[in-house]
T-cell receptor, first 112, second 112 residues
């Protein structure tokens, strides 16, 4: 079982829809990242969370530390939101100095 | 402000040829540096990390090596590429193990 699980793997939505992407993890973490990977491959960090909720424009990220679960919401989705969204956690444990453990990503396609 | 540069963006190399991918960071000193790889259909996986000049740790055995000749330069190399080395390679940095991570644009490597 992967330490970071995302759902759904693929998501198709109509422009304007409210979108939710989920991330569950099984390790103790110091932080959780939501990343956006565009078709060309470049990755942009959207949020880093250790508790509660963050909002940036139409994007909202929440985390529940007790349940080891985070969600990324996109309100009023737009075709330019089409990308792969990746959840990554920074584990407390292990020998690596702060490396991230990544989910496999959720591929979002927003149709006009 | 801090920036990270990674090049080249795409690369097609024959089996058995050498590889050198370079990553440089600006605007910070003594960053933690990371090389990740994303194979087809899989999440990003940590290959190497470095906490200082000349200090390299490897997470998985492979056909690749990494070097950090300068504080803000991280190089991924191979003497002889294999078909299985194809994938998306991503450089990242963070100030320490708990702060936000920042990502390069990535290199899509195809070994033919």
């Amino acid at each position: 079982k992967n330490e970071v699980e995302q759902s759904p793997q693929n998501l198709t939505a109509q422009e304007g829809e409210f979108i939710t992407i989920n991330c569950s993890y099984s390790v103790g973490i110091s932080a959780l990242h939501w990343l956006q990977q565009h078709p060309g491959g470049g990755i942009v960090s959207l949020f880093m969370l250790s508790s509660g909720k963050k909002k940036h424009g139409r994007l909202i990220a929440t985390i529940n530390i007790q349940e080891k679960h985070s969600s990324l919401h996109i309100t009023a989705s737009h075709p330019r939101d089409s990308a792969v969204y990746i959840c990554a956690v920074r584990s407390y444990y292990g020998g690596s100095q702060g490396n991230l453990i990544f989910g496999k990503g959720t591929k979002l396609s927003v149709k006009p | 402000s801090q920036t990270i540069h990674q090049w080249p963006a795409t690369l097609v190399q024959p089996v058995g040829s050498p590889l050198s991918l370079e990553c440089t960071v600006e605007g910070t000193s003594n960053p933690n540096l990371y090389w990740y790889r994303q194979a087809a259909g899989r999440g990003l996986q940590l290959l190497f990390y470095s906490v200082g000049i000349g200090q390299i740790s490897s997470e998985v055995p492979q056909n690749l090596s990494a070097s950090r000749p300068q504080d803000r330069q991280f190089i991924l190399s191979s003497k002889k590429l294999l078909l299985s080395d194809s994938g998306f390679y991503l450089c990242a940095w963070s100030e320490d193990r708990v702060t936000e991570a920042f990502f390069g644009q990535g290199t899509r490597l195809t070994v033919v």
